[in-house]
């Protein structure tokens, strides 16, 4: 069982950063892959970021050049640097562990807006 804690959502200015972070309960070297997903009011949830656990880092076309996805293994958490919001970035944001089972947390809400 793998437990996921979001955090670092809040209101910003269009043009402004924010940094989510999401706290794992195990070793990020045990997961395949972590990510990063957001669902807006009415619409599906999309995949924003993803990384394997030796691989490279993906973004999806709406948020490249904007957000960057790191980690910290000392702290077994993953963070989502965004910059350069736009209101259409507006949703609630998740954390997902992908272990052979898919794990998320209970996500984060980030509003954009002046």
């Known amino acids: 069982q793998v437990q996921l804690v979001e955090s670092g959502g809040g209101l910003v200015q269009p043009g402004g950063s924010l940094k989510l972070s999401c706290e794992v309960s195990t070793s990020i070297f045990s997961i395949y892959a972590m990510a990063w997903y957001r669902q807006a009011p009415g619409k599906q949830r999309e995949l924003v970021a993803t990384?394997?656990?030796?691989?490279?880092?993906h973004y999806a076309d709406s948020v490249k050049g904007r957000f960057t996805m790191s980690r910290d293994i000392t702290k077994n958490t993953v963070y989502l640097h965004m910059n350069s919001l736009k209101p259409e970035d507006t949703a609630v944001y998740y954390c997902?562990?992908?272990?052979?089972?898919?794990?998320w947390g209970q996500g984060t809400q980030v509003t954009v807006s002046s």
């Open positions: 990384a394997a656990r030796y691989g490279s880092t």
């Open positions: 997902n562990a992908n272990q052979s089972v898919s794990y």
